[in-house]
């Protein structure tokens, strides 16, 4: 099971930084990636990185502002989210793609968490 943490409310401009890790089996082998889900909107692809952190993913929307990172000793992946927009409000899931890839989709997760919301106020 992935489990979600570090979400809250903010104003633009500040930073979070979101945690995922697990309560069973540990992910240091698999590829992690963020998606989100804004009110209204289809759960879109954020961030990924590879199993053993050298490759990393970003959606063109958060590149730049968003870094994802992995610490597999501690069995933990953190999207870290600087300059927040109000755009960036919405629910941040964690995924597992048991299958590694370059090209992410919500079709192709494997596992998710419940997610964390984020809120973003101008």
């Known amino acids: 099971q992935l489990i979600e943490s570090g979400g809250g409310s903010v104003q633009a401009g500040s930073s979070l930084t979101l945690s995922c890790t697990t309560n069973?089996?540990?992910?240091?082998?698999?590829?992690v990636g963020w998606f989100r889900q804004a009110p209204g909107k289809e759960r879109e692809f954020v961030a990924a990185i590879n199993w053993s952190g050298g490759m990393t993913y970003y959606a063109d929307s958060v590149k730049g502002r968003f870094t994802i990172s992995r610490d597999n000793a501690k069995n933990t992946v953190d999207l870290r989210m600087d300059n927040l927009k109000p755009e960036d409000t919405a629910v941040y899931y964690c995924?597992?793609?048991?299958?590694?890839?370059?090209?992410?989709?919500?079709?192709?997760?494997?596992?998710w968490g419940k997610g964390t919301l984020v809120t973003v106020s101008s």
């Open positions: 995924a597992v793609d048991l299958v590694e890839t370059t090209s992410w989709t919500a079709n192709g997760v494997d596992y």
């Open positions: 069973g089996r540990a992910f240091s082998t698999d590829a």
